[in-house]
């Protein structure tokens, strides 16, 4: 099973907010990722964040990341329905593999 | 530029065969790394391979191999397929051997064994 802990599922009303949170275990990780997976599709990177920074904002999405917790989240602003999909947390090992969470799939209605 | 490439998109296969899966990195990446994606969950990791050495192995049993080529394309090599081999089989590249870099996932195979 995955290291890396994310609750399942979230459904958000278009327009709001939609926050993803996750929790990763290795706390010399470097880096921590934010995937997004739509049906059949690959992953596609949607952000990252250095493990000495607190919070990145991207447009519309703001990652804060809580090192003493260990704990990541995603704030997606205003959820439009293109941003239905599944969301993976995913830290670096120090051996380079990348650990994934189960994944977080988000349902926006309308 | 293209992205990750990986060829064939979908496969069926039966139990007991062998299967070969490839990829093409985005030009200039070195590196190369493989995960499985089974149904419901998170990739897991395979192998990761760098100037054409393998760099790193998951906990996967000694069917899974791959290789790097010299124009660093990869393959992901599965002997005598079990039925819990089938999964979407991500791989993804990166410029170098990774620890901070990003990594550009392609759209994956998907492998039924039947």
């Known amino acids: 099973g995955e290291d890396v802990e994310q609750s399942l599922f979230l459904s958000v009303r278009e327009g709001d907010s939609s926050v993803i949170n996750c929790t990763y275990t290795?706390?010399?990780?470097?880096?921590l990722y934010w995937y997004k997976q739509e049906p059949g599709a690959g992953l596609q990177l949607l952000t990252y964040?250095?493990?000495?920074?607190d919070m990145k904002q991207d447009q519309r999405l703001t990652v804060l990341l809580n090192k003493k917790d260990k704990h990541l989240s995603l704030r997606i602003a205003d959820t439009q329905t293109g941003d239905s999909a599944i969301y993976f947390c995913a830290e670096i090992r120090a051996d380079y593999k990348l650990s994934f969470g189960a994944g977080t799939t988000v349902t926006v209605r309308a | 530029d293209a992205g990750v490439t990986q060829s064939p998109t979908h496969l069926i296969k039966t139990r007991g065969q062998h299967v070969t899966l490839r990829c093409s990195p985005i030009?200039?990446?070195?590196?190369v790394s493989w995960y499985q994606q089974v149904l419901g969950q998170g990739p897991q990791f395979i192998f990761q391979?760098?100037?054409?050495?393998?760099?790193g192995r998951g906990n996967f049993p000694d069917r899974f191999s791959a290789r790097q080529f010299p124009n660093y394309s990869s393959e992901l090599n599965v002997n005598a397929l079990l039925l819990g081999d089938s999964a979407l089989y991500l791989c993804a590249s990166s410029p170098g051997q990774g620890g901070g870099e990003k990594l550009f996932f392609g759209s994956g195979t998907q492998l039924s064994v039947l």
């Open positions: 391979y760098y100037e054409k050495e393998e760099r």
């Open positions: 290795d706390s010399s990780s470097t880096y």
């Open positions: 964040i250095f493990s000495n920074m």
């Open positions: 030009s200039g990446h070195k590196s």
